[in-house]
């Protein structure tokens, strides 16, 4: 009976589900009003009399870009190194919020692509799997931490979602370039490992950015880049773009990390110098980094069972070899990394880890694909639960869509009856 569900679901057409997947994302955008550092955010930042969001709001709301680059400027002297982020949040602030439910549903749509394509190679639209389809929004819908303030949220999704999209699509290039540099997928053309004066151009653009993007994240995209950059260099020669894209990239993360407005907040929040102790990491740890991890757990379970069947037939070791376990090591590394930094921050709100279970889904689903490509999973029984497991977790993903809905639903209709 499992089976016949699943082989019916299967039948779906992917451009159905990819809809789906996005009309909902569209919809709890649409329901999601401004709220919070929203109205700090739009008003020039007020960085002569402490910033907007702990001192109340600025002395006069954005009415141009100038106002923003005003604004940004004093935010980084003053309060932060965000800039990219918060520089996208006021833009979309400045033309309106249904601007922005677009540009964030495209936003999402992109990131579920981009996932896909690090785990399938080479990537084709028309060949798009369903069931590989729904992991990742699944994966992002049940595993992200603050699901809402990451992704829904108009300045959180601008430090969150957008931030991680962008880490992503820079990291893009030298995933395909190492896979390319390995003999272990002949289907995959040259041509990711050739640059162009265009790519060049681009991997600047996209280092900085992504460097220039949030803490956690960046720290970690420079270490998988560094990883990426030296499986490339140990079989071919680094080219000009993957050496441009990374310098680009340690100096946006500067610009951020180096903003005189990260140790101006400091000497406010902590007035007689931060301390890190154990206790601030005992509480960083019980508080957010295990939350993160056991709600992430399901995540892990394709990655320890692809260990497990690999070392009890003794082809581990052979295994680092391959492309695709190289890819579920480093990004299960990378899902660890982004929580494990934030430990030694001076605040560690959930939220602020979102792009570690992007990367444990990176990791998970390509675990999957090496499992199914090669039928490790042999047993029978233990093949039946993890499809009946499967059925259960699509039902409930789609019964907690619609409630979600409906109660995003009911919030707007009371927001708008108080504001009439």
């Known amino acids: 009976m499992t089976n016949s569900i699943i082989a019916g679901l299967m039948k779906i057409p992917v451009t159905a589900v990819f809809a789906a997947y996005i009309t909902f994302f ?4 649409y329901f999601t009003p401004l709220t ?3 109205y700090s955010y739009s008003f020039v930042w007020d960085g002569d009399n402490g910033g907007n969001i702990i001192f109340g709001l600025g002395s006069r709301p954005i009415t141009s870009l100038e106002d923003i680059f005003v604004s940004q400027w004093s935010h980084w002297l003053t309060w932060g190194g965000r800039t990219i982020a918060h520089t996208t949040d006021q833009f979309f602030l400045l033309i309106g919020k ?7 549903t495209f936003v999402f749509a992109v990131l579920l692509l981009s996932v896909y394509q690090i785990t399938i190679k080479p990537m084709r639209l028309s060949r798009i799997s369903v069931r590989r389809l729904t992991y990742i929004f699944l994966g992002i819908w049940f595993c992200s931490p603050a699901f809402v303030e990451t992704t829904l949220w108009m300045t959180g999704a601008c430090n969150y979602l957008w931030m991680t999209l962008f880490q992503i699509i820079f990291l893009l290039p030298y995933i395909n370039a190492m896979t390319e540099s390995l003999p272990c997928d002949k289907k995959i053309s040259p041509k990711h490992l050739k640059g162009s004066p ?7 653009f996209a280092g900085i950015v992504a460097g220039w993007s949030n803490e956690a994240g960046a720290i970690t995209v420079i270490i998988l880049t560094a990883y990426f950059m030296f499986e490339t260099a140990k079989r071919a020669k680094l080219q000009s773009w993957q050496v ?4 680009a990239l340690l100096i946006g993360f500067t610009l951020m990390m180096a903003a005189p407005g990260n140790y101006s907040r400091m000497a406010w929040e902590f007035p007689e110098g931060f301390h890190l102790t154990g206790e601030i990491l005992k509480l960083h740890f019980h508080d957010s980094f295990l939350p993160i991890l056991l709600r992430e757990s399901i995540l892990f379970f394709p990655i320890a069972f692809l260990v497990l069947k690999l070392f009890t037939t003794g082809k581990l070791a ?45 990791a998970s689903l390509t675990a999957i694909n090496i499992i199914v490509k090669e039928k490790l999973l042999t047993n029978m029984l233990l093949k039946s639960f993890v499809a009946l497991a499967g059925v ?26 108080r504001n009439h």
């Open 26 to 29: 569209a919809l709890r955008n």
């Open 36 to 38: 919070s550092d929203d």
């Open 98 to 104: 249904p601007a922005f439910d677009i540009a964030n």
């Open 198 to 204: 265009v790519k060049f151009a681009f991997m600047i």
């Open 244 to 247: 441009a894209g990374f310098v």
């Open 318 to 362: 052979e295994k680092f070899g391959d492309v695709n376990f190289k890819i579920v090591v480093a990004f299960t590394a990378a899902s660890l990394i982004v929580p494990g930094a934030m430990l030694f921050s001076p605040e560690f709100p959930q939220r602020a880890a979102f792009a570690g279970p992007i990367f444990l889904i990176i």
């Open 392 to 417: 259960a977790i699509v039902a409930f993903g789609a019964v907690s869509t619609i409630f979600s809905m409906s109660v995003d639903w009911k919030f707007l209709k009371q927001i708008r009856n």
